[in-house]
């Protein structure tokens, strides 16, 4: 493998570069050789991106020999004027022209754009990406994760036995991916180094409950945003997108249908030849969330079509559980108000402090009584994502040039049967309440995973229990309290 460059060099964990919470400005540790002045280690601020001059960064050179560059950690008084300091850095640069050796930017082969890389899913998409040997350049402005799940990435993949100098191939790009500006310069710098050959988009906002409170922040975040952030894939020439929907889009089914397994002709990607009166009756009765990802697959159905060579994969994902197996990586939302809330959250309360866990009547005849889903291993789901990235382009007639595929299993689980699951694996014994329905629930929500098995060759590898046994391990839950990772 060759060694990479212009890498975030993984900043010490116990500072928050950003602590106002991200401005837009992006750290890099660039080595620059000055002939006369020897080397000097250079803080690189892209602030310059919003200030829309990224030609300056073509000055710094990335180190080729990292043993002769000792790393230099931030020095916490630094943060607070870290922009002053930069100026004066870039404006000595620009006084000493005459200096200044610049050797060309060394090409280091291809990288993959990862919306939302630090969010649950793309955490563990970005690690899938870094185990096969891509470099990643993840996009996440940290409005719902943490600077510190960068390296949880590498402590999961030196726990799995991955080359520790593999985590270096992950660039956390902390802007927002709506931005045009910003993201067009980012990736007019990172083009010196990389190929950019696809984007997978995973950055949205992700609760239901909130949309149904605050649409417009659905509308914005998820489609107004992502209507920029095509274009600029568009001017940038990256072909490949990988979107990631959700089952929300099937809404609620009949209750005749209630226990089919839905697939993804039923509801078939918007294109141009749906009339206005079936759009409209696909987005009755979906929830502003819903709604948003119908629009959002719109969006990249329309962007496919604009060019011949352009190709998408979008994965509805039904829901994502579990942990990676290491331990060390799990969701850390930063909005636990709506976006902590989710099931498996819900029932570790009840194993940890004691809370009382609400079962909701749903599911149907035969059933337990309590609601029924599609559980995946987020491990199976960013593998899943991953193959469509690699997989899913093949040339095929147009129609086939957006593909879309359910990430799901096929089998519905109870939360009943979840929680019994966790019980078991954890040795605790939850405290649980059965209560009535409630509103807005879906009874029961099962993909049918035939076409991506099929076409992609994918399917789940993990059940309940391993999803049970790795959340367990995660957040060190009953017998797994006390272990590395937790
Ligand atoms: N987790 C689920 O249950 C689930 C189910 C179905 C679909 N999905 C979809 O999968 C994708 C990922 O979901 P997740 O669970 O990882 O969510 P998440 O909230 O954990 O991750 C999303 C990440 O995107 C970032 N982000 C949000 N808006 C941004 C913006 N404007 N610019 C830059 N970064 C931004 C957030 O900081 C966060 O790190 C989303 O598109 C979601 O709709 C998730």
Redesign the pocket.
């Known amino acids: 493998m060759e060694e990479v460059g212009p890498v975030h060099q993984g900043l010490p964990s116990t500072i928050d570069p950003w602590p106002q919470g991200g401005d837009g400005v992006i750290l890099l540790y660039l080595g620059v050789r000055l002939p006369s002045l020897g080397v000097l280690r250079q803080y690189t601020c892209l602030d310059a991106c919003k200030s829309s001059k990224p030609e300056f960064a073509w000055t710094a050179t990335p180190s080729t020999n990292r043993t002769s560059f000792p790393r230099l950690d931030i020095p916490p008084w630094l943060l607070g004027y870290h922009k002053r300091v930069i100026r004066h850095v870039v404006n000595v640069f620009n006084s000493i022209p005459s200096l200044l050796s610049v050797p060309s930017a060394r090409f280091l082969g291809s990288a993959v754009l990862v ?2 890389g ?5 955490s563990h998409v970005c690690l899938e990406l870094l185990k096969r040997g891509y470099t990643v350049l993840a ?7 943490f600077i510190d799940v960068v390296r949880s990435i590498s402590l999961a993949l030196e726990a799995s036995g991955f080359e520790a100098r593999l985590s270096r191939r992950i660039v956390h790009i902390p802007i ?3 931005d045009a500006v910003s993201l067009n310069n980012a990736l007019i710098f990172y083009y010196q180094y990389f190929d950019v050959t696809a984007a997978i988009h ?5 609760s239901v409950a909130e949309s149904l409170k605050n649409p417009w922040k659905y509308y914005e ?1 998820n489609v107004f ?1 992502m209507g920029k952030f095509l274009e600029v894939l568009g001017r940038n020439r990256i072909m490949n997108v990988v979107f ?1 929907s ?2 929300t889009v099937y809404g609620a089914l009949p209750s005749d249908m209630a226990f089919t397994a839905v697939s993804e002709d039923m509801v078939p990607i918007l294109g141009p030849g749906l009339s206005i009166e079936r759009a409209v009756s696909m987005a009755d009765g979906l929830t502003p969330y819903g709604v948003s ?1 119908i629009l959002g697959e719109a969006m990249i159905q329309k962007f496919v079509e604009e060019h011949p060579r352009r190709r998408a994969v979008v994965f509805r ?1 039904f ?2 559980v579990g942990c990676d197996p290491s331990g060390f990586l799990k ?1 850390t ?1 930063r909005d636990t108000t709506w ?1 902590g809330g ?1 099931v498996m959250q819900m029932v570790k309360k009840a194993l940890v402090d004691d809370d009382v866990f609400e079962i909701y009547k749903g599911g149907g005849e035969g059933g337990d009584g309590s609601c029924i889903r599609d559980f995946v291993h987020v491990g199976d789901i960013a593998r899943g994502i991953v193959m469509g990235f690699q997989n899913g382009y093949s040339p095929e007639g147009p129609g086939e040039r957006c593909r879309v595929y359910n990430l799901a299993s096929g089998e519905g689980v109870s939360i009943k049967q979840l929680v019994e699951a966790l019980e078991k694996e954890s040795g605790v014994v939850a405290k649980v309440e059965e209560c009535g329905s409630r509103e807005g629930d879906v009874a029961v929500s099962i993909g049918d995973g035939a076409k991506i098995r099929r076409e992609l060759g994918w399917m789940p590898e993990m059940g309940v229990k391993e999803i049970s046994r790795d959340f367990c391990k995660a957040y060190g839950i009953g017998w797994y309290s006390g272990e590395t990772g937790v």
């Open positions: 919306t939302g630090l969010g649950y899913v793309g996009v996440d402005d940290l409005t719902n994760s927002d991916y709506g995973l950055a949205a906002s992700k975040n945003k990631s959700s089952a990802k994902l829901n994502p969701e939302p976006c989710g």
